[in-house]
């Protein structure tokens, strides 16, 4: 069974930094590209990042490029999502999901506020 | 970016009444090397999204076959052939045969 399991959340003031992992089993997390999403409180869904198998494509969304770093540890079966210089629009349940978007993790909480 | 606009915003359906939900997109999702990359997801309230279909017409496992996807280029629609209790929740299309990754704004099924 595919699993996808987020951590790392939490409540940090504006400007400072977070980082996100998501545990993957079930699959052979290293051959597969994975992407990072969220959701603002009530509202839709946006995509955030996307990293490749190997790490050797990288895609951002505009709203989070230069603040955000998609990463990952394939013996660690691990994927990573480092937030800097945080704002309060990046308040949001942040989800990991698989490269065709089959699979989801539960989510994690990231709120910023002073 | 590519801009997908779902209508209608809210839905309101009996049980059993069968109901259709439009996704357009601003740019053609027919990617270079033939795949159609459009898919639809159904968030429960308090839950992760789930996948009910993807490649616009393909239902996930597991899916009850009342679902069903169609389309082509920038015009797709997903359809509920008997809605049923479970059934209820918002629906997102969403696109990767472009960056960035984009969802439509969501379809609301609440009940009638």
């Known amino acids: 069974e595919v699993q996808l399991v987020e951590s790392g959340g939490g409540l940090v003031q504006p400007g400072r930094s977070l980082k996100l992992s998501c545990v993957a089993s079930g699959f052979t997390f290293s051959n597969y590209g994975m992407n990072w999403i969220r959701q603002a409180p009530g509202k839709g869904l946006e995509w955030v990042a996307y990293?490749?198998?190997?790490?050797?494509?990288?895609y951002y969304a505009e709203t989070v490029k230069g603040r955000f770093t998609i990463s990952r540890d394939n013996a660690k079966n691990t994927l990573y999502l480092q937030m800097t210089s945080l704002r309060s629009e990046d308040t949001a349940l942040y989800y990991c999901?698989?490269?065709?978007?089959?699979?989801w993790g539960q989510g994690v909480m990231v709120t910023v506020s002073s | 970016d590519v801009v997908l606009t779902q209508t209608p915003p809210t839905l309101l359906a009996t049980i059993g009444q069968s109901v259709s939900i439009s996704c357009r997109s601003s740019q053609s999702l027919l990617h270079s090397n033939g795949n159609t990359y459009l898919n639809w997801l159904l968030q429960r309230t308090g839950q992760s999204p789930q996948p009910l279909i993807y490649?616009?017409?393909k239902l996930e496992s597991g899916v009850p076959n009342r679902f069903s996807g169609s389309g082509s280029g920038t015009d797709f629609t997903l359809k509920i052939s008997g809605v049923e209790a479970e059934d209820l929740g918002v629906y997102y299309c969403m696109q990767f045969t472009h960056y960035p990754r984009t969802f439509g704004g969501g379809t609301k099924l609440e009940l009638k």
């Open positions: 990293i490749s198998s190997g790490s050797s494509y990288i």
């Open positions: 490649l616009v017409s």
């Open positions: 999901a698989t490269y065709f978007f089959d699979y």
